[in-house]
């Protein structure tokens, strides 16, 4: 039986497995190990060799994708329904609930924690229509100490309770203490916020674009090919290198439904923006708009037998096989590759398990 070993051509095997071109890991090393002998090449000149050990593991594909870290998509706000702006957050700066995110006419608009818009001013001697709204009022003028729930629910309708919090609220703020809660003078929003930008300046009319706020945590966005989409999903788990080389372990938040188009005039093609939030936000502290990059680990062979690919001896009449330190061969069939390892399985009557030694180039 002719054989003929393959001596640092794995892009040889590659082509005859059809290997998809990708940056690829593994779970654990396997290096050469003990006695060296000879051994012949196909045209007849001796190999320096030594033994390398039969592993299993999982052997992994890793690719990489270019992404963009920082704050999330910003939004904008507007800063009261009216008057003069007088006062702006810096930009920077995180506001809590309660917390100033600026003023108009020397009065302070507060931030307050909700999914519904201020929408109407409401409070006694104005809009005290039912409506939830009112509820998500009271629900903060709860969390914030100025009310209880016994007294407030909270529930859609407002009551004297609900006016007496809301001026125990305005006591804290240093205005008139009125009981009405005027459109302008909130803004809800999911959580505390970061002011990204400022979008009017001081002594600007108040009531359009004032301020862009984004949330807290800085994630990974990143553009994947509209054709790709399969590779990943919500909630997959991913790495990302920042830009100091330390690998953040991430999770994949969202992958937007709506296709950019691209342009095929500028050469891009269409994408999908995907959302991936790291695991420990603190990992990314002091960085914004950071090139970092995406790792995407996909398994091809979970508990494979293995054996370094430089191992494979290709037989003339076809296939494969790795050679005992006894000199015996074993006819092997190839799967996955990946990182110099391949996948095999004995072929025929031969045996071939985790522990034995094949013979490797030196």
Known sequence: MKRARILGLASAVVVVVGIPAAVVGFSSGG?????????????????V?????????????????????????????????????????PEGSVVERGGSLGEVDGEPVVLLQGGRPMW?????????????????????????????????????????????????????????????????????????????????AVGS???????????????????LDASRQDLLEVGQEVDVQLPDGVLAPGVVYSIASVVDPGDPNQGTAPTVEVIIALTDPAAAAGLD???????????????????????????????????RPDGDLVGVDIGAFADGFVEVTPTGASSLDEGDEVVVPS
């Open 31 to 47: 290096a050469p190990s003990g006695s060296a002998d000879g051994a012949g090449t196909a045209d007849g000149e001796a190999t």
């Open 205 to 223: 009319p108040a009531g359009g674009p004032t301020l862009s706020l984004t949330g807290l945590d800085r994630v990974v966005a990143l553009d």
């Open 120 to 200: 109407r001013t409401i409070g006694e001697g104005a809009d005290t229509t039912a409506g939830a709204d009112i509820e998500q009022l009271e629900q903060n003028l709860i969390d914030m100490g100025h009310g209880t729930a016994a007294a407030l629910g909270p529930n859609e309708t407002w009551s004297q309770a609900t006016t007496a919090a809301v001026k125990r609220w305005q006591a804290t703020l240093g205005v008139e203490e009125t009981g009405v809660v005027d459109r302008g003078a909130v803004v809800f929003a999911p959580g505390a916020v970061r002011v990204g930008e400022h979008l009017a």
């Open 49 to 89: 060799t030594a033994t390398a050990v039969v592993t299993r593991r999982d052997l992994e594909e890793r690719e990489e994708l270019d992404g963009t870290l920082g704050y999330p998509s910003a939004h904008e706000v507007a800063l009261g329904a009216g008057g003069t702006i007088t006062g702006l957050a």
């Open 289 to 323: 708009q950071a090139p970092v990059d995406v790792q995407i680990v996909s398994v091809q062979a979970a508990d494979a037998l293995t054996v370094p690919v430089d191992a494979l001896l290709a037989l003339a009449e076809g296939g494969y096989a790795v050679e």
